[in-house]
């Protein structure tokens, strides 16, 4: 079956640096793929809207100097925590959407940790 | 304001028992509906997902319940086993343009499953 991926699974960084999460669909393209941040037990809330060869998309309340996602192909999206600070620590997942949208995949997630 | 009403927040259910969880949404646009199965550190996993064009989906032990009418979907899992004890979330999309692939979640429902 269909399968993304993130990588990495898990980073720590300190304050004040940046860090870098990809997400790869593997057995398909997509032109479409999403960036959620997850609390602990709370639900995925949508960060933005990634589209291939094009800006990103912000929901209201996102950063996007803060917040930079590359989607460079039609397999890879990237999304780029700049200056992080403790409160950005969270677990942030990705999905891409399969064919015209009849299936939505996630990856596994990015642990992020800043210290 | 949330799209996507899920109940009951937290289930608890004794091991063969059936676990019932449902959604409501207001969006008659919504085409899609997902269910999604989470893992403590782990990004949700496709569970089960039905079209408005179908009242029942059964996989295995898994039932999706659809009401047009009434706007809602149920989750129901059948002969519920400890390994079943997850966060649900379900999901509501529309196929359309802009929105394409945009999943709005329901807050998500922490079963327990007792042996």
């Known amino acids: 079956g269909a399968v993304v991926s993130q990588h990495p699974s898990w980073v720590i960084c300190k304050s004040g640096t940046s860090v870098k999460i990809e997400c790869r669909s593997l057995d398909f393209q997509a032109t479409t793929m999403f960036w959620y941040r997850q609390f602990p037990k709370k639900s995925l809330m949508l960060m933005a809207t990634?589209?291939?060869?094009?800006?990103?998309?912000?929901e209201q309340g996102v950063e996007k100097d803060k917040f930079l996602i590359n989607h460079a192909s039609l397999t890879l999206s990237t999304l780029t925590v700049t200056s992080a600070h403790p409160e950005d620590s969270s677990f942030y997942i990705c999905?891409?959407?399969?064919?015209?949208?009849?299936?939505?995949?996630f990856g596994e997630g990015s642990w992020l940790t800043v210290v | 304001q949330q799209q996507v009403k899920q109940s009951p927040q937290s289930l608890i259910v004794q091991k063969g028992g059936i676990s019932i969880i449902n959604c409501a949404y207001e969006n008659t646009a919504f085409d899609y509906f997902p269910w999604y199965q989470q893992f403590p550190g782990k990004g949700p996993a496709l569970l089960i997902a039905i079209r408005p064009d179908v009242s029942e989906k059964k996989e295995g032990r898994f039932t999706i319940s659809f009401n047009k009418s009434a706007k809602q979907f149920s989750l129901h899992i059948m002969d519920s086993q400890p390994g079943d004890s997850a966060t649900y979330f379900c999901?509501?999309?529309?196929?359309?343009?802009?929105?394409?692939?945009?999943?709005?979640f329901g807050r998500g429902t922490q079963l327990t499953v007792w042996p």
């Open positions: 999905s891409a959407v399969q064919g015209s949208g009849n299936t939505i995949y």
């Open positions: 999901a509501a999309s529309s196929g359309r343009g802009s929105t394409l692939g945009r999943l709005y």
């Open positions: 990634s589209n291939e060869g094009s800006k990103a998309t912000y």
